[in-house]
């Protein structure tokens, strides 16, 4: 029986697969995080080779055949996978390990699992060689049977060959991966890096003496030893798979959001570029370090870390701020909850539009009010001191409806009820009291916001509309003044005026008479257009809609040759043309119709109208109105087209102003232009129906023609 001393061999052999032993208890005892998809595949590889090394070990110690045979395979068998479970473990550390799909791991088992079960059924087809060929070159004196070391001089057998070339290979390509990785690191990641790639290198060195300086002993199981020495240095002095960088630029670098990745004890294990404004340091250097020493705003991510949902902090950008919204997020199961992300979402655009609207209503006219659901004021802008004189502070809390006038309080408690079940905005004018004591008018919009998660409540737009209610209260009363006491007081003027001209009196005095009656005439009839204007243009309107425009126009034209039959009338008209106006349209068009005639200084007037598309927009529809008389003057188009009177320039009556009116509510356009030779050519341009969307009650509706 031979013992150990008298096999020195054993005692490098023993070492070696204690320390890759060693390696492997490390590494499962240090098992935490989501690092772990790299230490299982390198634990089993520092288990192969300890396998490895320790049964070679035995084989020298081996006093029987048959032990000696069971140590043999049992040695083959980690040797057969080392190869491919450290590729497996390099694409995995470099993140690649997308490329590792099952049909992939499936094809790199066939090799290994093929050279095992050829070298355990050996006996009974003898392709690689005898059982115990591959390991007795190394043991001089033993069984006295020559052969080939595994690893070492292959001989003849071609089998045992293409395993050692096809190892070979896979293990150059793992430590090409690990070298890769180590050239686009930097920092700890590199030195990272650098110890795996010597790590891998050793064996392959050994490998390579193997080929060129044949040893007594294959020296790669003794390299394996080598090699756990410099992992176990790395392991304990350079953080080697706690910090690890998995896909970096696949998921973090292309990432706008800043994010940090924490261990469970709140280092950093990874950042990217985006976060580098939020460490004090550069991203690599602060790598391994804790995250509370090394950001910028440590009690902003003491708070998220301690539980709290998000917070807000500020990072000083030179002369500006930029906002940071700060969340930390668990990893879930595959770190068992103990990692953790930070993750910064820059929302410095959203404060500065924020701050701007801000901006808008502290210092807008207009009273914003935040009501909650119970109609108390949460919020009030600064413009309720100047408008109504209340401290804004001093009204959150109290309910909107204390300053509204008690004579409108129901009705508006009825609106607020309105805006608080329904989705659209609610329009209401009301009372409210000044702190002086008078009594406001305000015309108040509310809107339902009270399930976005940014407002939480009712917004009341509130406007002083008091000035404007009063305008229109001396409007309503001048305009009854001019319509009923002004006609009433004129048709006296009238009756005496024809009472004068009646009798008997000089030709000079009736004269004045004459004139008298002209004048007041005039004025009933500048009444009754302004009666008509008030009643046309004051009515709601129903809002756009389909008109067929020629036969309203045919109409009109048939009208106007029965009351004028000294005219000529012209038209151009085609069978049909739809046009996107307001009911009031027809109104208009007649009024320009009858100007053209009744202003003519013609012995014989003319009249032309055209209906066509227009030449510069197929989208409207043109009506010209031709006449030639004197034409409108250029003072009176000045005005118009100003849309401001004064006492100088104005418009002598009221018709031109009606039409205007109209075709502005038809959102139409109107423009005159100089007829040849003589005369003016009122241009009156309207959407066509076919492509005009009528708005009615706050809503859309397509014309028929458009559909058709």
């Not at 001393?5 to 032993?21: C, D, K, N, V």
Request: hydrophobic share 45%.
């Amino acid at each position: 029986m031979t013992s150990v001393g008298q096999s020195p061999h054993a005692y490098a052999l023993f070492a070696a697969g204690i320390l890759a032993g060693a390696v492997t208890l490390v590494v499962l005892g240090r098992f935490r995080l989501y690092s772990r998809r790299v230490r299982l595949p390198f634990a089993l590889l520092t288990l192969s080779g300890s396998i490895w090394a320790t049964a070679y070990g035995f084989v020298f110690l081996a006093v029987t055949p048959t032990s000696e045979l069971f140590y043999a395979q049992l040695a083959w068998v980690g040797a057969a996978v080392l190869p491919t479970i450290w590729l497996v473990f390099t694409l995995v550390y470099a993140g690649e390990d997308q490329l590792l799909s099952s049909q992939m791991l499936g094809f790199l088992a066939v090799e290994p699992a093929v050279a095992i079960a050829l070298k355990l059924t050996n006996a009974s087809h003898g392709l690689l060689g005898s059982p115990l060929d591959l390991w007795r070159a190394a043991k001089p004196n033993r069984f006295a049977v020559s052969g080939a070391d595994f690893l070492g001089p292959f001989g003849p057998d071609l089998v045992l060959a293409a395993h050692a070339v096809y190892g070979f290979g896979v293990a150059v390509t793992g430590v090409s991966v690990i070298a890769r990785t180590y050239l686009k690191s930097s920092n700890i990641h590199r030195r990272q890096a650098g110890f795996l790639f010597v790590a891998g290198a050793i064996p392959l060195a050994a490998l390579g003496g193997e080929f060129f300086f044949p040893f007594r002993i294959n020296p790669v199981p003794v390299s394996i030893g080598v090699s756990s020495v410099v992992v176990l240095w790395a392991l304990f002095r350079h953080q080697l798979f706690d910090i690890t960088p998995i896909a970096r630029d696949a998921i973090l670098s292309e990432m706008r959001d800043a994010v940090v990745v924490l261990d469970e004890q709140d280092r950093i294990v990874e950042s990217n570029g985006a976060a580098s404004e939020l460490l004090a340091q550069p991203v690599a250097d602060c790598i391994g370090e804790s995250v509370l020493e090394s950001v910028r705003v440590p009690a902003e991510v003491r708070t998220v870390l301690e539980g709290r949902d998000r917070a807000e902090a500020v990072v000083e950008d030179g002369d500006s701020c930029r906002y940071f919204e700060v969340r930390a997020e668990s990893l879930g199961d595959r770190t068992r909850d103990r990692a953790r992300l930070l993750l910064f979402y820059d929302v410095t655009e959203r404060r500065r539009t924020e701050e701007e609207f801000r901006a808008l209503i502290e210092n807008s006219r207009d009273v914003i009010t935040v009501l909650d659901a119970d109609g108390e004021r949460t919020y009030t802008s600064p413009s309720m001191t100047e408008v109504l004189g209340y401290r804004t502070e001093a009204l959150v809390g109290e309910s909107v409806l204390d300053l509204v006038h008690p004579k409108d309080r129901d009705r508006v408690a009825d609106s607020l009820d309105e805006v608080v079940t329904g989705d659209s905005p609610v329009l209401a004018e009301f009372r409210i009291r000044h702190k002086n004591g008078t009594w406001r008018r305000f015309e108040t919009v509310g809107v339902n916001l009270l399930d976005d998660p940014a407002v939480g409540g009712v917004v009341l737009n509130s406007r002083d509309v008091t000035s404007r209610h009063r305008y229109e209260q001396r409007l309503r009363v001048l305009n009854r003044v001019l319509r009923h006491d002004l006609r009433n007081d004129m048709n006296v003027i009238l009756g005496h005026a024809d009472l004068l001209l009646d009798e008997r009196i000089p030709a000079e005095s009736k004269d004045h008479a004459r004139t008298i009656k002209r004048k007041a005439s005039s004025l009933v009839e500048l009444g009754e257009q302004t009666r008509h204007i008030d009643t046309t243009l004051t009515r709601e309107s129903s809002g756009l809609e389909p008109v067929e425009v020629v036969e309203r126009i045919e109409t009109q034209l048939d009208d106007i040759e029965s009351d004028y039959p000294e005219a000529i009338v012209h038209r151009n008209l085609p069978e049909e043309m739809w046009v996107s106006a307001d009911d009031l349209i027809e109104s208009a068009l007649k009024h320009l119709i009858d100007n053209a005639l009744e202003h003519n200084d013609r012995v014989i007037p003319e009249v032309a109208v055209t209906v066509e598309r227009s030449q510069t927009s197929t989208d409207y529809v043109e009506i010209r109105i031709a006449d030639n008389g004197p034409g409108v003057p250029d003072a009176e188009l000045s005005v118009l087209e100003s849309g401001t009177e004064t006492p100088l320039q104005h418009i002598s009556g009221l018709g031109l102003w009606l039409v205007q009116w109209i075709i502005d509510r038809s959102n139409g356009r109107l423009r005159f232009a100089e007829n040849e030779p003589r005369g003016t050519v009122a241009v009156v341009g309207l959407r066509s129906a076919d492509r005009a969307v009528s708005v009615s009650d706050g809503g859309t509706v397509t014309s028929e023609s458009e559909t058709d």
